[in-house]
């Protein structure tokens, strides 16, 4: 196997003034979610008797170390709000969410400051993701920055960050105009990993990428979490992308997790009548296996 | 031409329903030869589209494959005379459309054109339509537009039918509604529905389902295949995913950087292709059906429009090149490659053929049952 982009670089030491939570080893529980639900809209007053939007309707999961998680649905389904709950950037209506045992649910901004370096997320739009005024090498460098490293230790984490991903660290003085697509992801991944996280939330982080690109995106991302014990929320609208990279597999809907089960169960044998609609709904790339025209 | 009655039933009456496909062999609808367009940019010429032939056959699909920029939407946008000049500007070649050559055809020529015997569906349904007009107004429009005799309840009674055509229901009902009360999938629909209105000959659909979820994308593919089908039009299938391409097309045409690389029956594409960056392209590709889940990605990434590399222009990127010289010294032309009408633009190409019997090659069928030689083709 060809890989684009083999991080040949020896596995990289964590930066100083390492987080309040030792490494999980491989296959211990890093996230939970019991009955997470998030409701958008304001209480019905006098003028108002709309219902919230119940974009997360209470759903449960967990992650262990070194595995993927696949979460897989339509766009509305609530997938990325799930995202942005499990980063705590939006507060969830009720439910909890424990990063290795602990409750993070109502964590104040101030506490989940030196824990959100464990959980770090990675975005679908590579552009719009960065700053385009800043040098790739300070877009790395600003999560390390924030928590404080400081000096030569940041100048060679950022390099070592950026030869992990794929990229030379001689391109790192360069503008994000100046990067296509699939390697500005790779600047995204790069400044994820910047504090050695122990999550990593994937939001469509392949949807943006022709086949191509977003193949070898696909390759870093299984080999760096091979070599990193990473913990991976894999979101995206693609079953295929999904098969690829997870191990196990949640399908939502409507705010919902309508099937979960380990990759080869979901995949070859759905039980859920809206797993299969989707599942048959996806065009097989090959020209004998057609669907026939509805009469 | 007087009633709005005959005009719905006279194009039914003449029509020979679904056309046979073996039609192919007659004249082409429209014929792209040697096409080149460029784009100057403050940064240097930017070739976007270079030497580009192909031809579509009454009621033939012909899907236009390949990743960002490689020139497949620049190449529709100057046979419908869409192509913003400046920056662009078309080089040489010429598009004929039943024989008439549209590169030459005058502004209001072109715009009698648009709409009627060529008409195109673009990726994002919602900023293809107006939203300040009602759909039914839209479509009303579309039909008006070009046959100024027809009547207002003519060509309302005409869009209604449209609209059930492509799977609206209780069109009559919603003909006053606006696009934002649409949904993606109904309004993809409804700029279907616009784009068979005056019964076309040929249709450019630019990455249709693109912006759709995936049970959505099944639907409108349908009701694309049954409009198609049912107007006997030729079409253009622009897409980047070849899960489409294996479901509509009839033939396909790859491109890379501004050309094509290969083109042939769909069967033969993803059955037997017989250039590198097809056989790459198959082996970046997710997949449902298989079991092997390692992808094989295309090292490198597309090249510079602007300082392509000389030669090939995917030897940078390509596993079969070995170091030889031919590639980076001579261009290719697309030259036959195996059975009629395959025809392939690399040097080595009979090599794809040897290593897909068990080589990189092989990888493109991992998982996928095993394809016997011309079980594929659909049309002999």
């Not at chain 1, 994820?192 to 122990?198: M, N």
């Not at chain 1, 870093?220 to 196990?248: K, N, P, W």
């Not at chain 2, 784009?39 to 056959?57: C, I, K, Q």
């Amino acid at each position: 196997m060809t890989s684009p982009a083999p991080p040949s670089a020896p596995a990289p030491a964590r930066p100083s003034g390492a987080g309040p939570y030792a490494r999980a080893a491989p296959g211990d529980e890093v996230l939970r979610v019991e009955d997470l639900a998030v409701h958008f809209g304001s209480p019905a007053g006098q003028w108002r008797r709309a219902e919230p939007v119940r974009a997360v309707d209470g759903i449960s999961f967990t992650l262990d170390a070194g595995e993927t998680l696949g979460l897989v649905g339509e766009s509305g389904c609530g997938k990325s709000t799930t995202a942005l709950a499990v980063m705590r950037l939006v507060t969830p209506t009720s439910g909890r969410i424990l990063f290795r045992g602990q409750d993070i649910t109502t964590h104040s901004r101030k506490r989940m400051r030196p824990l959100r370096r464990n959980i770090q997320i990675v975005f679908q739009d590579p552009h719009a993701s960065v700053n385009p005024r800043l040098t790739v090498n300070r877009i790395v460098a600003e999560p390390l920055e924030v928590h404080g490293i400081v000096g030569t230790e940041r100048r060679a984490r950022v390099a070592q960050l950026l030869r992990l991903v794929g990229l030379d660290p001689e391109h790192g003085a360069r503008h994000p105009h100046q990067f296509s697509g699939g390697q500005l992801q790779r600047v995204g991944i790069a400044r994820a990993l910047a504090l050695d996280p122990q999550v990593l939330v994937l939001d469509e982080p392949v949807s943006a990428l022709d086949v191509s690109i977003q193949a070898q995106i696909i390759t870093l991302l299984r080999q760096l979490q091979d070599r990193l014990g990473l913990a991976y929320l894999f979101i995206s609208h693609d079953l295929s992308v999904v098969r690829h990279i997870s191990h196990r597999v949640a399908v939502m809907f409507r705010g919902r997790i309508v099937e979960t089960g380990d990759r080869a169960t979901v995949y070859r044998s759905p039980t859920h009548a809206y797993t299969r609609a989707l599942l048959a709904a996806v065009p097989v790339p090959d020209p004998d296996r057609r669907r026939a025209l509805p009469a | 031409m007087g009633t709005g009655a005959e005009i719905v039933s006279e194009p039914q009456a003449s029509e020979p329903s679904p056309r046979p496909v073996s039609a192919r062999r007659a004249e082409p609808v429209v014929s792209i030869r040697d096409l080149s367009v460029c784009f100057d940019t403050p940064d240097g010429v930017v070739h976007a589209v270079d030497s580009v032939s192909y031809d579509v056959g009454p009621g033939e699909i012909v899907a236009v494959v390949g990743e960002s920029g490689c020139g497949k939407t620049v190449t529709a946008l100057t046979v419908l005379g869409l192509l913003p000049q400046p920056p662009g500007r078309v080089v040489g070649g010429e598009v004929r459309f039943e024989g008439r050559d549209l590169l030459a055809a005058s502004r209001r020529e072109l715009r009698a054109i648009r709409g009627a015997a060529i008409s195109m569906i673009f990726q994002d349904p919602q900023s293809s339509l107006n939203p300040v007009f009602s759909i039914g107004r839209q479509i009303v429009d579309v039909l008006r537009a070009h046959d100024r005799r027809l009547s207002k309840a003519d060509a309302r009674a005409r869009t209604v039918e449209l609209l059930s055509t492509v799977g609206i229901p209780e069109p009559a009902s919603r003909l006053g509604e606006y696009p934002h009360q649409w949904s993606g999938g109904m309004c993809q629909r409804a700029m279907i529905a616009m784009a068979i209105a005056n019964r076309p000959r040929l249709l450019i659909a630019d990455e249709p389902t693109t912006a759709l979820d995936v049970t959505t994308q099944a639907q409108v593919l349908d009701v694309l295949r049954v409009a198609q089908r049912e107007t006997g039009a030729a079409a253009i299938l622009i897409t980047h995913d070849l899960g489409v391409v294996a479901e509509m097309a009839d033939r396909v045409v790859v491109m890379y950087a501004g050309r094509v690389v290969e083109t042939g029956s769909v069967g033969a594409i993803f059955h037997e292709p017989r250039h590198p960056y097809t056989v790459g392209l198959m082996a970046s590709l997710p997949r449902l059906d298989g079991d092997d889940d390692n992808l094989d990605p295309i090292p490198g990434r597309p090249p510079s429009l602007i300082s392509r590399p000389s030669g090939c222009c995917f030897h940078p990127r390509c596993q079969l090149r070995r170091q030889r010289d031919r590639c980076v010294e001579q261009a290719p032309v697309l030259l036959e490659a195996g059975r009629a009408g395959h025809r392939s633009a690399c040097h080595f190409h009979d090599e794809v053929r040897s290593e897909a019997a068990g080589g990189a090659a092989g990888e493109v069928r991992k998982g996928g049952r095993p394809s016997p030689a011309g079980v594929a083709e659909p049309v002999p």
